[in-house]
């Protein structure tokens, strides 16, 4: 009996090790993977939520930022996508395909505004996104880390 009861014992400890976490955490390189991919399918919230995970492990780049605002913009979150593409462009203002997105989004935005201000003030679109949207580009320190 105290032999079956040491199996069982070594056999659960070796499931508590393989389902215990040995993987190491995600790093934010990670997560902006993760998050392209699941933007190029549409699906914008876990692409947010993927891009949000990744500047709370320290991710601070412009394209993080850029990423977050694309996702952000196609929830119909505007407000939160201009904060975003702010902060994209405090850490690369020179950056011309984010000065485009801003700039194009910038359009868009104030005339949103206008036109809600004008209905009555609604803050932010529930819309599922643009029609034509496309999904954020891999920044070029992410893909240099993937050919590592």
């Not at 933007?39 to 500047?55: D, I, K």
């Not at 104030?110 to 999904?135: H, I, K, L, N, Y």
Request: with cysteine; proline share 3%; net charge negative.
């Amino acid at each position: 009996m105290s032999r079956a009861l040491a199996i069982a014992s070594l056999a659960g400890s070796t499931l508590l090790l393989a389902c215990g976490g040995s993987s190491p955490p995600l790093q934010p390189a990670d997560q902006l993977r993760f998050g392209v991919d699941m933007a190029r399918q549409g699906l914008w919230s876990e692409a947010y939520f993927r891009f949000e995970q990744a500047t709370r492990l320290g991710a601070d780049d412009a394209g993080t930022w850029n990423n977050m605002a694309v996702a952000a913009e196609a929830l119909g979150r505007f407000d939160e996508a201009l904060e975003h593409y702010q902060k994209a462009l405090q850490r690369d203002p020179h950056n011309r395909d984010l000065r485009h997105n801003y700039d194009r989004f910038s359009s868009f935005y104030e005339s949103f505004r206008a036109r809600t201000e004008e209905e009555g003030g609604v803050e932010d679109s529930t819309d599922s996104g643009e029609e034509g949207e496309e999904a954020p580009e891999e920044d070029a320190a992410s893909a240099e880390e993937d050919s590592r």
